[in-house]
């Protein structure tokens, strides 16, 4: 929302940014499957933690684009414990082998392989248990080097909310006025959220363990999704593409792969050459 202010001057944005980025955690709940099943599919952190779901956002609203990818920049630089980001999901699960293990032992395979192992035996140690892969994987994961809800976390809380004070403190009370009225706007989109939240929150929590109550949190996070559609459609705003910017897409796209042909050719007659 800091960033919302910042740059665009506008409180709308601002909120739409807000909401953008609290998009990306709903991959948490995932009511229909046990504990187990979450820990097999590795699903938080990727689903709508990946750069195609950032786009597919940004293609039907820009701002609640740049919210997601704003999260997902964040969630960057948490660490494997946090279990980072998958940025290139689905397309980096056609990888399902590793060159490297985590003791520097090679693996001599022909398949596509990723080059290094994740850090398995940290995740396992310290993430929780829904969590953590069940075997050990290629590193799909990009990791940084700060722990979920410490101070960095809680630094960039504390000092967006400064940053909005400071930066409106002109006119502190017609902002809230703003604010209030941006919220109501977006009314249905965050009452979605927050059901879907709630709802999951609670199953993770209370009744997971159980089994207990699924048809009421089913009830109650569907609801979610369909009051968060029915908001996600009254901002529906894609942005217009002029020619030009079409034409940078194209070839944007083009080169990339292009790149990657060549950098395979490259690397294949490098390869044998001087093995490693
Ligand atoms: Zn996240």
Redesign the pocket.
């Known amino acids: 929302m800091a960033v919302g202010m910042a740059v665009f001057h506008d409180v709308k944005i601002c909120v739409l940014l807000g909401i953008g980025a609290a998009l990306?955690?709903l991959d948490r709940e995932y009511i229909l499957t046990n504990k187990l099943s979450l820990a097999k599919h590795q699903l938080h952190?990727a689903l709508f933690?990946n750069i195609f779901f950032a786009f597919g956002m940004y293609l039907f609203n820009p701002f609640l684009g740049l919210g997601v990818i704003l999260?997902?920049m964040l969630?960057m630089l948490t660490s494997p414990t946090d279990r980072g980001?998958e940025v290139l999901f689905p397309l980096d699960r056609i990888i399902q082998d590793f060159h490297l293990d985590y003791d520097g032992i090679l693996k001599e395979k022909r398949r596509i392989l990723w080059y290094l192992e994740d850090p398995l035996r940290v995740i396992t140690r310290t993430t929780e248990k829904e969590l953590a892969p069940t075997s050990k994987s290629p590193w799909v994961r990009v990791y940084g080097p700060f722990k979920n809800s410490r101070i960095a976390d809680w630094t960039v809380f504390y000092s967006s909310i400064i940053f909005l004070i400071l930066f409106d403190s002109q006119d502190l009370v017609a902002w809230t006025l703003q604010l209030l009225l941006a919220l109501k706007q977006y009314f249905p989109l965050i009452t979605g959220i927050v059901l879907f939240y709630m709802g999951g929150e609670i199953w993770r929590r209370k009744l997971q363990s159980s089994g207990k109550g699924r048809t009421i949190i089913a009830v109650l996070m569907l609801s979610g999704v369909a009051v968060l559609v029915y908001g996600c459609f009254r901002i529906f705003s894609p942005p217009s593409f002029i020619f030009d910017e079409i034409k940078t897409i194209v070839f944007a796209i083009l080169s990339f792969l292009t790149g990657v042909v060549i950098a395979f050719v490259h690397v294949k007659k490098r390869h044998k050459i001087a093995t490693l």
Request: charged content about 40%; overall charge negative; glycine content about 0%.
């Open positions: 990306p955690d952190r933690h999260h997902i969630d980001v």
